[in-house]
């Protein structure tokens, strides 16, 4: 592996690999992503629909921000466990990428430049060397974003095409399944009756979307003029290469996991996906009595609510909610971009919401922008007083994913590492024990587990043990976290804790634990 960019939360690892041709004797540097294999036929999978976008798009923008495929034979590789090998390349570089003095090694994930912008212009992070530092500043950060959006509507997409649908439908098109019995959001749906939902803090009822843009209901059953195109699907900062040591806008920059590809998607859902994946992670960063002043510029920017909040946020929501309706206007669009933009807002945060990545406290806030969207686009015809509904608790929205099951092999060693100078101490003045922590450690090493035994081991040393058997609450969504770096990686993920006191530390493989981004 020459260089991991992430390895996060939800399973994905993505990293550029050396691929060596023992028959031509040659080697070349791939993208290597390794993932859970969708469900459903082969057509429907990333692999397919990355070709299709790489056939459908215009080849300017394919040859510059798309990457390809590796040849057929070695592009596709069955892990065996369920996962996938995609092989992807970057092809040669064009000549207007002159900031990209190195190639792809300049490359890297634009959420390490959010990284740098929420702590102010500079983080320390992986980049052309494990010591270059990421350098953004929250200006040109939103500059990049609006650059990105602006880029993905001009030159991928280059014209709409208007299709007439019901608002129920256009919805549909983005959520795509995820209604259906035993998802996320069929279960939150079912939970929130009627047609308003009151949240917690707030006197006044929102309309709830579920019901009030059902297909059923005169919401859902609106016809909008719809402008589709060709859009990536799940446009976010973990999907986006920019050179993160040397960023300035306009940057060459790389999209990468077509997986929800879309020939006739909706063109509004790119932009406001982007735009709120980056509001949820900078959420923690925003005095929860201004979050509400949040909702309320997104939905609207001409509130004058946007006063409230960090200068470079409001440049980032404004300009690129501007590149939307700039692309809109060139095609005489512009009054059914913006009825469509508030469905989209609708739709981006509800499939926010049901990931399970995405922490509970911002599930409530997002809950509350499709709710306040969902308003917007029904207008004075909706007026929440004359509707019974659900007073939302955050229990409803807490427990809405399955958490993906730890291997039990691995989960008690998540504790059984930060444990072990406890248990060294101990061992040596009391050398009878030596034994049975050997044996612990020959476990935690192969993945064999002994979550009993290392739980009566602590309490024979003396140490507590009521905390034992779950790794670290990880439910805070950091830019940087740090993860276990063995090959049998635990469950364990620690938080920074600050520069004095130092890197978290793997006991197990002695030294510092792996640094990523999720």
Not at 274 to 295: E, K
Not at 355 to 372: I, S
Not at 502 to 509: A, K, V
Request: aromatic share 6%; proline share 7%.
């Amino acid at each position: 592996m020459d260089r991991l960019l992430t390895h996060g939360r939800s399973g994905a690892l993505v990293c550029f690999v050396f691929e060596t041709d023992t028959h031509a004797g040659g080697s070349c540097k791939l993208l290597l992503k390794l993932d859970n294999f969708p469900d459903g036929p082969l057509d429907e999978s990333e692999f397919q629909r990355q070709r299709t976008a790489l056939r459908e798009a215009p080849q300017p923008f394919a040859g510059r921000h798309l990457t390809e495929l590796a040849p057929d034979g070695h592009d596709l590789v069955r892990v065996g466990d369920g996962r996938w090998i995609v092989f992807q390349r970057i092809a040669g570089l064009a000549p207007q990428d002159i900031e990209l003095r190195g190639g792809i090694d300049e490359l890297d994930i634009l959420t390490k430049a959010l990284a740098a912008a929420r702590a102010g212009g500079s983080v320390d992070a992986t980049g052309r060397g494990l010591d270059a530092p990421v350098v953004c500043d929250p200006e040109t950060f939103a500059d990049v974003c609006a650059q990105v959006a602006g880029a993905v509507l001009r030159d991928w997409a280059t014209r709409g095409r208007v299709a007439r649908m019901d608002a129920a439908t256009y919805l549909d098109r983005h959520l795509r399944g995820r209604l259906q019995a035993g998802k996320p959001l069929h279960t939150l749906s079912g939970r929130l009756h009627g047609a308003t939902m009151r949240l917690p803090g707030h006197r006044e009822a929102l309309p709830n979307p579920f019901v009030v843009l059902a297909p059923d209901q005169p919401g859902g059953q609106r016809t909008i003029s719809a402008v589709l195109g060709r859009c990536h699907g799940d446009l976010h900062t973990g999907n986006i290469l920019v050179p993160v040591n040397n960023l300035k806008a306009p940057t060459a920059f790389r999209l990468v996991d077509l997986a929800k590809y879309q020939s006739e998607g909706p063109l509004a859902r790119d932009p406001a996906g982007l735009m709120l994946y980056i509001v949820v992670r900078t959420l923690h960063d925003i005095d929860p009595d201004r979050r509400g002043a949040l909702i309320e510029f997104i939905v609207d920017p001409d509130s004058g609510r946007g006063t409230l909040l960090p200068g470079w946020l409001q440049k980032l929501v404004r300009a690129i909610r501007d590149t939307g309706e700039r692309f809109a206007h060139e095609t005489g669009m512009l009054r059914e971009w913006r009825e469509q933009w508030l469905l989209s807002l609708v739709a981006c945060a509800l499939i926010l919401l049901s990931r399970g990545t995405t922490p509970d406290a911002a599930k409530l806030w997002l809950l509350q922008l499709a709710g306040r969207a969902a308003g917007g686009f029904l207008g004075p015809t909706f007026t929440a007083a004359e509707h019974a509904g659900t007073t939302v608790t955050a229990g409803m929205v807490a427990d809405l994913v399955e958490r993906k099951t730890p291997q039990p092999g691995r989960t008690w060693v998540a504790a059984f590492c930060p444990y072990l100078p406890f248990m060294e101490a101990r061992t040596q003045q009391r050398p009878e024990h030596r034994p049975e922590l050997d044996r612990l450690l020959e476990a935690a090493r192969t993945g064999t587990n002994r979550t009993d035994e290392f739980v009566e081991f602590v309490r024979v040393l003396g140490g507590p043990a009521d905390n034992l058997r779950s790794p670290e609450d990880a439910e805070a969504l950091n830019d940087v976290v740090y993860s276990c770096p063995m090959q049998l990686p635990c469950d364990r993920v620690a938080k920074p804790a600050g520069p004095q006191a130092g890197d978290p530390r793997c006991e197990l493989r002695p030294g510092v634990m792996r640094r990523e981004f999720w």
